[in-house]
């Protein structure tokens, strides 16, 4: 199914794409008080598998619970739904987009009175960065917009308002002609993308900012560090000073939407020999295999609908 048609599951019933709707009134609309999450479907061997399903659906009850939201489903039933959305709209290869809204209900800024809306969408979304990111490469920018500040907006919750921030990170550097922004924290460590975690490997170790980087607890970057430390790549998850990105034998870029995707160029300089380095490649391999069938699903991230 493509974007625009279906049906969506909205509050526990299906309903077509087009009547998916909110009242302009909704509190969400005036306060972004929502969040959400987003899971990928790999077809193999003729049936679909959604890839790290209970994780998606525990970080999902993990934002809400952040932001005093009590999503009115078991995680259990809740996983089950969205493997219903998949089979209902017959999807095969597709993304899920999992998510909980405040909605029309009184105005003003105390939410805890206004409904609770849960809805889950399915439908086939390529590379967010587009096909051929993953081997050529993108290019980024250090954003002049920095992570917000541990004790402002929680960054382990995915929020809705969180992406007030993403959006200005990634319009300052389309306009300025890159494809992704990189946002440093308050102090001035390395955070994330606008929508992914960052890896950068230098002499052969893997580097990840770690949590307090006000970051977003990516799973694909737990799936990243699994697979790297079954390669026997050493793996840190250490604060990183911004330099460490023009230093860096090879960077990339993780995400549900992005997959795994090299970054070859940051502020214009060349990252290590300027094209995809050994390392992302054998970890993308690794990856894809198990999302292709091809390898087997030793960590257990599979779930077949
Ligand atoms: C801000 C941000 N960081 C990191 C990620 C990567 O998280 P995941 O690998 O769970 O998709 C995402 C995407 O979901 C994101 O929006």
């Given at each position: 199914?493509t974007?625009?048609?279906?049906?969506?599951?909205?509050?526990?019933?299906?309903?077509?794409?087009?009547?998916?709707k909110i009242?302009?009134?909704?509190?969400?609309?005036?306060?972004?008080?929502?969040?959400?999450?987003?899971?990928?479907?790999y077809?193999?061997?003729?049936?679909?598998?959604?890839?790290?399903?209970g994780?998606?659906?525990?970080?999902?009850?993990?934002?809400?619970k952040?932001?005093?939201?009590?999503?009115p489903?078991?995680q259990?039933?809740?996983?089950?739904?969205?493997?219903?959305?998949?089979?209902?709209?017959?999807?095969k290869?597709?993304?899920?987009?999992?998510?909980?809204?405040?909605?029309?209900?009184?105005?003003?800024?105390f939410?805890?009175?206004?409904?609770?809306?849960?809805?889950?969408?399915?439908?086939n979304?390529?590379?967010?960065?587009g096909?051929?990111?993953?081997?050529?490469?993108?290019s980024?920018k250090v954003?002049?917009?920095?992570?917000?500040a541990p004790d402002t907006?929680?960054?382990m919750?995915?929020?809705?308002?969180n992406?007030?921030?993403s959006?200005?990170?990634?319009?300052?550097?389309v306009q300025?002609?890159?494809?992704?922004?990189?946002?440093?924290?308050?102090?001035g460590?390395?955070?994330?993308?606008?929508?992914e975690?960052?890896?950068?490997?230098?002499?052969g170790?893997?580097?990840t900012?770690?949590?307090?980087?006000?970051?977003?607890?990516?799973?694909?970057?737990?799936?990243v560090?699994?697979?790297a430390?079954?390669?026997g790549?050493?793996?840190?998850?250490?604060?990183l000073?911004?330099?460490?990105l023009?230093?860096?034998?090879?960077i990339?870029?993780?995400?549900?939407?992005?997959?795994i995707?090299?970054?070859?160029?940051?502020?214009k300089m060349?990252?290590?020999s300027g094209?995809?380095?050994?390392?992302?490649?054998q970890?993308q391999?690794c990856?894809?295999?198990?999302?292709?069938?091809?390898?087997?699903?030793?960590f257990g991230?599979?779930t077949?609908?």
């Open positions: 199914m974007f625009g048609k279906g049906k969506i599951w909205l509050n526990g019933k299906f309903v077509p794409w087009k009547d998916a009242h302009v009134l909704a509190h969400v609309i005036h306060y972004g008080s929502s969040v959400f999450d987003s899971v990928r479907c077809p193999i061997r003729g049936k679909v598998a959604v890839f790290r399903l994780d998606h659906v525990k970080r999902f009850f993990d934002s809400a952040i932001h005093h939201m009590d999503i489903y078991s259990k039933n809740f996983a089950a739904a969205i493997a219903k959305t998949v089979q209902v709209n017959k999807l290869g597709c993304y899920v987009r999992l998510f909980a809204f405040r909605d029309y209900g009184p105005m003003g800024l939410p805890l009175k206004n409904p609770l809306s849960v809805a889950i969408a399915a439908w979304w390529g590379q967010y960065l096909p051929e990111s993953m081997i050529k490469g993108v980024v954003s002049s917009w920095r992570r917000p907006h929680p960054t919750s995915k929020a809705g308002g992406y007030q921030n959006q200005l990170m990634k319009i300052e550097a300025d002609g890159y494809d992704e922004a990189i946002a440093l924290d308050t102090a460590f390395i955070s994330e993308g606008s929508g975690n960052i890896f950068l490997v230098r002499d170790v893997l580097y900012p770690p949590i307090s980087s006000s970051i977003l607890p990516g799973i694909r970057r737990q799936t560090v699994a697979l430390q079954e390669m790549l050493k793996v840190l998850k250490k604060a000073p911004r330099e460490f023009y230093i860096a034998d090879e990339f870029l993780t995400g549900t939407a992005t997959e995707v090299p970054v070859t160029k940051v502020d060349a990252v290590g094209v995809r380095g050994p390392i992302t490649e970890i391999k990856l894809f295999d198990i999302t292709a069938g091809k390898a087997d699903d030793r991230w599979l077949f609908v």
